[in-house]
Nanobody
Framework: QVQLVESGGGLVQAGGSLRLSCAAS????????VGWFRQAPGKEREFVAA???????LYADSVKGRFTISRDFVQNTVYLQMNSLKPEDTAIYYC?????????????????WGQGTQVTVSS
């Protein structure tokens, strides 16, 4: 079992930056695919970014060039650096992990989920 805990959310002005962290406990998730998803009020949860065991990455078109996903194998943590934030980035952000060695944007693939962290971008 892997437990995931997100942190780093908060309130920021448009154009600002935040860095989210997803820390894993229970076992190492260095071989896992780890993804970030978000859910805005009244909307379905959507894919944001993912990183696999060899640090290949995948991004949603809406965040390309602004967000960067990375992982620290020693700290057993995945990060999401978010720059040039926009009000439409406001959402609860979730990290998720899948033990298969793929790179996934589909949330149904992921077995483990964190509780989420709120990101609010003011205009």
């Amino acid at each position: 079992q892997v437990q995931l805990v997100e942190s780093g959310g908060g309130l920021v002005q448009a154009g600002g930056s935040l860095r989210l962290s997803c820390a894993a406990s229970g076992r190492s998730f260095s071989s896992y695919c780890v993804g970030w998803f978000r859910q805005a009020p009244g909307k379905e949860r959507e894919f944001v970014a993912a990183i696999n065991w060899s640090s290949l990455t995948l991004y949603a078109d809406s965040v390309k060039g602004r967000f960067t996903i990375s992982r620290d194998f020693v700290q057993n943590t995945v990060y999401l650096q978010m720059n040039s934030l926009k009000p439409e980035d406001t959402a609860i952000y979730y990290c998720a992990a899948d033990p298969d060695r793929g790179l996934w944007s589909v949330e149904g693939v992921y077995d483990y989920w964190g509780q989420g962290t709120q990101v609010t971008v003011s205009s």
